[in-house]
């Protein structure tokens, strides 16, 4: 059974923006018990459009228990009608998107469905309501409609979504634990073996190979968890941010420094977003930059400034390194793909899904100074 909890807050979001109102529902309530009653009509009308249709008949005539999907289709249209979209029906109506999900019927029938819904609701308004009220009782249906295709949509998107992260997550998992147990391993082979052997050499090729995957499953690990999680957007302030992902990267670098210099516009240091997502964002563009100018020298430099697009804060990463010249900017944001060879092929992906979860956007290209990564984030402001 999928269980995702039911996000009552966006739900109630999109009643809102359908402007489906008090005064809506009034021009609905002298019908409402009228239209109500012809639940029974309506289970049958939508059961046999879809008994018309090869592959829901399959479906339909499979059916454990006898008339249980009109009984269903029946239930519901009460509902409609008489529930006025209270809490108890907006939880109803999302466990039924899930259950969609769960018995893997295509949403483009359930989308027809709802079709389908809408045209046996204006027969029966025409039927039932005077001509005079007929075009606003109309409106009020469709809107509740829609309502409810948005939530059959969301709880798609959110059953599907949930499902590949937690096969990602369980393939993580299940990757770690070898994982481990053969860095244990070789690094008890290698302890009986003279530095200039060549079996120790083999080895040690195996370790970088076997540390690779570790900090793949950990950062499959980061990847996922701002993929499945809800931002908080609060006023952060940039240079925190940006102080905790420098002071990460020593961290895990702990005998180098990390030659990087902040150039931020004191007008222009609160950013709006999730603080856990952009430090997250920092910490692998940093480390990107980090690992362009090791070895070769050079600063990395971080600028913020205004945005050209309103209400958006500019930020700037330059370092001296190069992007590959053979490959496409979208390959360099997919995930697996690294053109390092000791690369997880995460740090850009992650980075990017950062930005994109928090309503900003992030660009690469070749500068005169070596190498520009450019931010759009929302300013606090």
Known sequence: MIDVPVPRERLQFFLSKLDLSRGDMAHL??????????????????TE???????????LEHERQPNRFEKAL???????????????????????????VEINLDQRYVNLGYAIARQFCHGMVRELVPAEHREQVSKVIDKMLDFCVLVATDSLISATAQCDVEVIRGISHQVRNPVTVIGGNIRRLQKNLDAGNPVYQTYEAIMQENRRLERMVSDVGVYTDIFRREPVFKEESLLKILLKAVKELEHKFAAAVI?????????????????????????????????????????????????????????????????PKD????????????????????????????ARKNLGTLKLESASEGVLCTIELPSAR
């Open 29 to 46: 309530e002298p019908y409402r018990l009228r239209f109500a009653a012809k639940s029974d009509d309506f289970a049958s009308f939508f």
């Open 74 to 100: 029946a239930i519901w249209f009460q509902r409609f009608f008489e529930d006025e979209f209270a809490a108890g029906f907006l939880e109803y109506l999302w466990k039924s998107g899930l259950k969609h």
């Open 327 to 354: 490959e496409t900017m979208d390959n360099l944001f997919a995930p697996f793909y690294s053109s390092k060879p000791t690369g997880t092929g995460f740090g850009l992906p992650i980075a990017s899904l950062a």
């Open 259 to 323: 030659p990087i210099s902040l150039d931020l516009n004191p007008q222009l240091t609160q950013v709006y977003g999730d603080a856990r997502d952009l430090e997250s964002m920092f910490y692998y563009l940093l480390e990107n930059s980090f690992e362009a100018v090791s070895g070769r020298g050079g600063e990395i430099r971080v600028q913020s400034m205004k945005s050209p697009l309103q209400n958006f804060l500019r930020i700037r990463i330059s370092n001296p390194g190069t992007l």
């Open 49 to 59: 459009y879809f008994l018309q249709i090869p592959q829901t008949r399959i479906v």
